[in-house]
């Protein structure tokens, strides 16, 4: 994985559109509708994040899905039985001792789509997270829309006609915060932590256990929480 250094330039620069980039943008955003409406006939509200709702695209742009409140798994597992795809792998991941673990149902061997979901209540920081990134419903992206958002170099990218505006956060942090509408502690958060990773390299996450054919998420989340006072700590006091 090439490692994104974090933008510290202040001007803003206009990016339009090729030909090509239009065509990965609506082939992978009319993958991610499928995929959302998949979600929604089963009852499950879901949302796309990051540079698919921002539109700033290229071949190797995740679909990144989720689910924003706690379901039984096995809802999203039969919902997504109806795309006709083998599901590649599931995960637990957890950020860091204090976040709230999610689960991960990845639908193809690069890890270009993905399909996440909290496995108790997110706090009102990591919900703002999505935002920070660019969020869109699944009526958003049936009416084509693009939204405003901060890429993992830290630039923002604000969507025009027939391209989109970008540049970098640093020093901007207030007004971005009332753009994305979100607090400017998130923002510092994510500055913070994507700093780290443009100074140390990618530092991991705090839990990333993969399950078993026939494991549910809720068991192996259990037997997690059996075996680190951490995490049981964490969900307790929700």
């Known amino acids: 994985m090439v490692k994104e250094k974090i933008t510290r330039y202040t001007d803003e620069r206009i990016i339009t559109y090729t030909k090509k980039e239009l065509e990965i943008l609506q082939t992978k955003r009319d993958q991610a509708k499928r995929i959302m409406n998949i979600l929604k006939k089963s009852g499950l509200n879901s949302i796309l994040h990051g540079s698919l709702a921002r539109g700033d695209v290229h071949e190797k742009s995740d679909i990144d899905i989720a689910l924003l409140n706690p379901v039984p798994s096995y809802m999203v597992e039969i919902a997504l039985e109806k795309l006709g795809e083998k599901i590649f792998e599931r995960r637990i991941v957890q950020a860091t001792p204090a976040s709230t673990p999610k689960g991960y149902i990845i639908l193809d061997p690069e890890e270009l789509m993905v399909v996440s979901f909290p496995l108790s209540k997110l706090q009102t920081r990591e919900q703002e997270f999505y935002k920070f990134g660019g969020l869109l419903t699944l009526e958003d992206l049936e009416k084509d829309r693009r939204v405003p958002g901060v890429n993992k170099r830290l630039e923002l990218i604000v969507p025009v006609d027939f391209g989109y505006k970008i540049s970098s956060i640093i020093g901007r942090e207030s007004e971005v ?40 998420f809720e068991q192996k989340l259990k037997e997690i929480m059996e075996r680190n006072p951490a995490v049981r700590r964490t969900l307790m006091g929700r």
Not at 190 to 203: F, K, N, P, W
Request: net charge negative; proline share 2%; glycine share 8%.
């Open 177 to 216: 915060a009332s753009l994305l509408d979100i607090s400017i502690e998130t923002v510092m958060e994510r500055i913070r932590v994507l700093s780290r990773r443009d100074e140390v390299g990618r530092t991991g996450v705090y839990i990333n256990k993969i399950l078993e054919p026939g494991e549910s």
